[in-house]
């Protein structure tokens, strides 16, 4: 249902980045305006989520025969890691099925929102209107990701256990709370959205002033109001828009873009820059880092702890983790900061600098996962073929694949492409680091303040790339 709710209390900012307007093509505009294509799209999804639980709880409990791994864990991995977040940012949560039933409840209609929808509406409380808890859920997944990602009965209770959390926080609280502050995939997703080059924009931010019903936040008879309770007229970077696109729907004036704009827009503007939003950067390149170690590094005692959940030795594992990516990595990244502002006589406070240069690790730690994700995709994407063929594992040969047998592709060239890869992940946080630095100095001290962070980011390539290429 739609609830008159007060506006959040932001600064009014001005564009950070300018590009062009996808809705300007008239085919392009009415599909993106339409629900329907987004329905079907999210219902598909849907079917597709039923399909992965049923078959890790029914299924074989070989995971690489398992079409609920395969789907979710190589399929959607694939797709998301190497397309969708890359070029379309939070282009997933538009049409991810994890929050549907919950928002259908709260709409009382499949699919234009009514005012007679259920449940409670009750704003998330002020103190943790924040990504910590999105920080501490990836975390707490991370030491179990051995797991997660080869057992088909774990998958399947990790993926109810999201459709279940966002079900009872839709009945409680308002709109997509649960997307917004407790989703720990929408945290990474968010994180890196701010690389790419599709964003939802306001077209003149003196028509969003003078439109005082604002029903781009609150909702009108043509939609609901935003359901990641941004208001657009204040947008200025893609962490929290989930690209839903009600308020394209909603605008009365037409007034809202979906913008085709430069690699990275969002971090070259000051806007929004949190000490939560720092963190997510450093847990995500740790958790980078410990997967590459644990799934494709030579140490079989680590691999041994980190699939033996509950055990002692598992736990000495997941302390080890959790000390690595939330102190030990920020720790050493916090030395870099101090170095590099006692070289060029900086004045600002430290947290400041952690902060600002924390975005630098953002391009890196995207290319990370891109490169990582690459060394297994290629290797187990041939599963596929014959799960789809008999996706519970009971002897179907659907499509005449069941018997095709495993076979990695491009197995040579694919190191060529991670080392390209993290290469270009290394120069962009370099010219992000150099152009934070700028923002509070010039000369020579531009490159001895951003210096120690570029050798940080150095340190952390060679080691991607010693896991993942040699």
């Known amino acids: 249902m739609t609830r008159r709710v007060g506006l959040p209390q932001l600064p009014v900012r001005p564009p950070s980045e300018s590009g062009v307007d ?18 079907l799209v999210r219902l598909a999804a849907f079917g597709g989520f039923i399909i992965a639980v049923l078959a890790g709880l029914v299924g074989t409990p070989v995971g690489s025969h398992n ?26 949560c538009s049409i991810c099925p994890i929050p549907l039933p919950g928002e259908w409840l709260q709409h009382g209609a499949l699919l234009r929102p009514r005012r007679d929808g259920v449940g409670l509406g009750r704003a998330w409380p002020t103190r943790f209107r924040n990504i910590w808890l999105q920080n501490g859920a990836f975390s707490a997944v991370a030491v179990c990701s051995a797991v997660v990602l080869t057992q088909p009965r774990i998958t399947a209770v990790v993926l109810l256990a999201f459709l279940f959390v966002a079900l009872g926080t839709s009945l409680v609280f308002e709109r997509r709370t649960f997307c917004r502050y407790l989703c720990p995939v929408g945290g990474f997703i968010g994180l890196y959205a701010q690389l790419a080059p599709v964003a939802i924009r306001v077209k003149n931010r003196g028509t969003c002033a003078a439109h005082l019903e604002k029903s781009c936040f609150r909702g009108s008879a043509d939609g609901a109001g935003c359901p990641w309770l941004l208001y657009p007229g204040t947008l200025a970077k893609n962490t929290y828009c989930g690209m839903c696109l009600e308020c394209v729907r909603t605008c009365p004036h037409d007034n809202i873009a979906v913008t085709l704009r430069p690699f990275g827009a969002d971090l070259r503007s000051r806007a929004g820059r949190r000490l939560d939003e720092a963190f997510k950067g450093f847990i995500m390149l740790g958790a980078a880092i410990v997967y590459s170690a644990v799934m494709l590094g030579p140490w079989g005692a680590v691999k041994t702890a980190a699939y033996d959940i509950g055990s002692p030795r598992w736990f000495a594992y997941a302390l080890a983790v959790l000390v690595f990516i939330n102190g030990v990595l920020p720790g050493l990244f916090l030395c870099a900061v101090r170095a590099g502002r006692a070289l060029a006589g900086s ?108 050798v940080f980011c150095f340190l952390v390539t060679i080691t991607l790339m010693g896991l993942l290429i040699a």
Request: hydrophobic share 60%; net charge positive.
């Open 22 to 39: 996808l809705l300007r093509w008239p085919l392009l505009r009415k599909a993106l305006r339409s629900r329907w294509p987004q329905l």
């Open 67 to 92: 079409v609920g791994i395969v789907m979710v864990w190589i399929a959607w991995w694939t797709i998301m890691m190497l397309v969708a977040l890359p070029f379309l940012g939070r282009g997933w």
């Open 347 to 454: 004045a600002q406070p430290v947290k400041r600098s952690f902060i600002a240069f924390a975005y630098a690790l953002v391009p890196l730690g995207l290319m990370a996962w891109i490169a990582f994700s690459l060394s297994f995709v290629f290797a187990s994407i041939s599963y596929l073929w014959p799960t789809m063929s008999d996706p519970f594992g009971v002897g179907w040969n659907l499509f005449g694949t069941a018997h095709m047998g495993w076979q990695p592709y491009l197995t040579r060239g694919i190191p060529v492409v991670q080392a390209l890869v993290l290469v270009a992940g290394f120069a962009w946080s370099t010219v992000t680091a150099r152009r934070i630095a700028t923002e509070e100095h010039e000369g020579d001290a531009v490159s001895l303040m951003a210096a120690p962070v570029i």
